[in-house]
């Protein structure tokens, strides 16, 4: 594994609160595919991957150095979803291209170990499919009222985007949220504890708020944003373009009451971006704008 070692602590506090970079390395994936938008497994112990055009994803092994093909079935990279278990994936697919009307997509769900894929959903414009802990569920099914008591969950998850609106499944019931008002929302996620989500407003940039909305802190700019796994900091990339091609993109932490921003990276020789944080590990994974990809370790100093 090609390791660089960098010792940062970039940024301007406003509390004793810090967070800094203190190793990177750059995994020696294979340069057949320009990696995009990375995440760790909830064992931490792989990297799933897709690639600039989200036609696929693959499944890298940090103990071996392996790369596993998962599908190469259209857009199948956008959004897909890992059980919490860590043993099955679920993604849309494009398998017919088209309009609203004239395509056709699939949900899939493929068991990892043995490559069992099986169709939930079909359609000219589906939803992409979620997990609910270790089942895949199609977020179509729930209504705004509650479900009955046979198809009841106490787990909380965040469903996608509807109607520019955030949706969440809380306490068997679907609810859309709008915590800015009149927002068009990105990236929503939820805090490790399940009582706060992070998301971006496309105009207004990102912020944090409970699940019904409220008590909204606004965090600046800050795209693509993720909990650290001690839901303490908001990890997000700075991207900026000159509106049409990218010009630069670093990673930055943004405290939870949005008082402290520090700058993870400062690397002008790339542009690293899409961050994903590791849930059992100081670790943040990010690809560049070449398709590299890197893992970064953090610390903490409270």
């Not at 993870?264 to 990809?293: C, F, Q, W």
């Amino acid at each position: 594994m090609n390791k660089f070692v960098w010792m940062l602590c970039i940024g301007v506090s406003f509390s004793t609160a810090q967070i800094s970079i203190i190793a990177v390395e750059e995994l020696p994936v294979p340069s057949i595919e320009q990696w995009n938008q990375p995440r760790f497994s909830p064992s931490s112990k792989e990297i799933f991957l897709t690639n600039a055009e989200y036609n696929g994803i693959w499944q890298y092994s940090l103990e071996t150095g392996l790369v596993k093909e998962i599908t190469r079935e259209r857009h199948s990279g956008f959004d897909f979803a890992i059980s919490e278990d860590g043993s099955k994936i679920s993604y849309r697919t494009t398998v017919q291209e088209g309009d609203h009307i004239t395509r056709l997509q699939e949900a899939i769900e493929v068991t990892i170990k043995n490559g069992n894929r099986t169709v939930w959903n079909r359609g000219n414009s589906i939803q992409t499919p979620k997990f609910i802990e270790n089942e895949m569920t199609i977020p179509e099914k729930y209504q705004m009222e509650s479900l009955p008591p046979a198809t009841a969950t106490r787990t909380t998850a965040i469903l996608g985007v509807e109607e520019n609106k955030i949706v969440i499944l809380n306490q068997s019931s679907k609810q859309l949220i709008d915590p800015l008002g009149d927002g068009r929302y990105l990236w929503p996620v939820l805090s490790p504890d399940r009582t706060k989500l992070a998301a971006v407003d496309m105009e207004r940039g990102a912020f944090i708020s409970d699940l019904n909305g409220k008590n909204v802190v606004r965090l600046g700019k800050c795209n693509a944003p993720q909990w650290t796994r001690d839901g303490r900091w908001i990890i997000g990339m700075e991207d900026k373009d000159d509106g049409h091609v990218l010009i630069g993109s670093e990673l930055i932490a943004v405290s939870i009451d949005g008082n402290v921003r520090i700058l993870l990276t400062k690397t002008s020789s790339r542009h690293e971006m899409y961050p994903a944080v590791s849930p059992g590990e100081n670790k943040i994974v990010a690809t560049t704008s070449d398709g590299k990809v890197f893992v970064l370790t953090y610390e903490e100093v409270r």
